[in-house]
T-cell receptor, first 115, second 116 residues
Framework: KAGVTQTPRYLIKTRGQQVTLSCSPI?????VSWYQQTPGQGLQFLFE???????NKGNFPGRFSGRQFSNSRSEMNVSTLELGDSALYLCASSPSGRARSYEQYFGPGTRLTVT | AQTVTQSQPEMSVQEAETVTLSCTYDTSESNYYLFWYKQPPSRQMILVIRQEAYKQQNATENRFSVNFQKAAKSFSLKISDSQLGDTAMYFC?????????????FGTGTRLTIIP
C-alpha cells in the first residue's frame, strides 16, 4: 500500500496570507489527524477527522481549520498567517474497525515558512 | 490531561552498543496505548513499537524492546546492537482509545546519535 502523502512538501507564504495543505491517507484508513511540529513547542495535535466529521480539536486558534472528503483525503487551512505558524505540519492516518491497534502512520509533512 | 516526559534531550552511543531511552507519563486513565516513534533527519516519522497498557508483557520488535512499568508510569525503549541508521529523534507518545479523543500526546523527544 502507498503511504500517507502530503502536498505540497514545502511552502513559503507571507504574513496575512492563507494556505491550504493536503493529505491523502493510506488506502482504507478513514481517520486523519493533523499535528504541528516546531522546535519550541514540539509536536502538538491540531485536529482529527473521521468519516468527514471533525472528532477532536486541539488548542489552536480558529484560524486553523480543516475538512475531510468522502474519499478520506483531508485538507487543513490556515488563514491570516503569522510568523509563529512556521512549522512542519504532519498528517497521520489510522485504520478504523474493531480490530484496530490505534497506530498512526505519518506522512512526510509540509514545511511551511511564513515571512 | 495526559503528559509525556522525556528527560534525555540528547544521547550518543557507539555503533553496536545498547542504549535505553527514557519516558515517563502521567494519566488517570487505566486503558491506553504507548508508542515510540522515530524521526530520522529530514525524513518521515515512523512507528517503532507499540504497547497496550493492559498487556503486562513488554513489546519487542527485532532490536527494539520496551520496559513498561505501569505502576511507575514508565515506558523506556531499549535499542540493542545499535546501527548508524538508528540515528534519529525518538518520540514517546501516549493515546487513550476513547472515541472522539484519539490523539497522540508526544514527549519532547530524544536526539540519538550513533557513532561509527
Amino acid at each position: 500500500k502507498a503511504g500517507v502523502t502530503q502536498t505540497p512538501r514545502y511552502l513559503i507564504k507571507t504574513r496575512g496570507q492563507q494556505v491550504t495543505l493536503s493529505c491523502s491517507p493510506i488506502s482504507g484508513h478513514r481517520s486523519v489527524s493533523w499535528y504541528q511540529q516546531t522546535p519550541g513547542q514540539g509536536l502538538q495535535f491540531l485536529f482529527e477527522y473521521f468519516s468527514e466529521t471533525q472528532r477532536n480539536k486541539g488548542n489552536f486558534p480558529g484560524r486553523f481549520s480543516g475538512r475531510q472528503f468522502s474519499n478520506s483525503r483531508s485538507e487543513m487551512n490556515v488563514s491570516t498567517l503569522e510568523l509563529g505558524d512556521s512549522a512542519l505540519y504532519l498528517c497521520a492516518s489510522s485504520p478504523s474497525g474493531r480490530a484496530r491497534s490505534y497506530e498512526q502512520y505519518f506522512g512526510p509533512g509540509t514545511r511551511l515558512t511564513v515571512t | 490531561a495526559q503528559t509525556v516526559t522525556q528527560s534525555q534531550p540528547e544521547m550518543s552511543v557507539q555503533e553496536a552498543e545498547t542504549v535505553t531511552l527514557s519516558c515517563t507519563y502521567d494519566t488517570s486513565e487505566s486503558n491506553y496505548y504507548l508508542f515510540w516513534y522515530k524521526q530520522p533527519p529530514s525524513r518521515q516519522m515512523i512507528l517503532v513499537i507499540r504497547q497496550e497498557a493492559y498487556k503486562q508483557q513488554n513489546a519487542t520488535e527485532n532490536r527494539f524492546s520496551v520496559n513498561f512499568q505501569k505502576a511507575a508510569k514508565s515506558f523506556s525503549l531499549k535499542i540493542s546492537d545499535s546501527q548508524l541508521g538508528d540515528t534519529a529523534m525518538y518520540f514517546c507518545a501516549f493515546m487513550t482509545p476513547n472515541f472522539g479523543n484519539e490523539k497522540l500526546t508526544f514527549g519532547t523527544g530524544t536526539r540519538l546519535t550513533i557513532i561509527p
